[in-house]
């Protein structure tokens, strides 16, 4: 990204990538917190 400030379709594909996880963890958060957590210490991804 730094490399190509004026790239656009990275940028937006970033973007949809980050939103797919962001999606899943929140699906997964409701379903079963357990693997949810586990999942996040596994990865060590902070919640909101």
Known sequence: ????KNDFS???G???LLGKRQRLLAYLAKKNRVRYKKLI?????WEK
């Open 1 to 4: 990204m730094e490399l190509h």
């Open 10 to 12: 990275l940028e937006r």
């Open 14 to 16: 970033l973007r949809r």
């Open 41 to 45: 210490s596994q990865f060590d991804i």
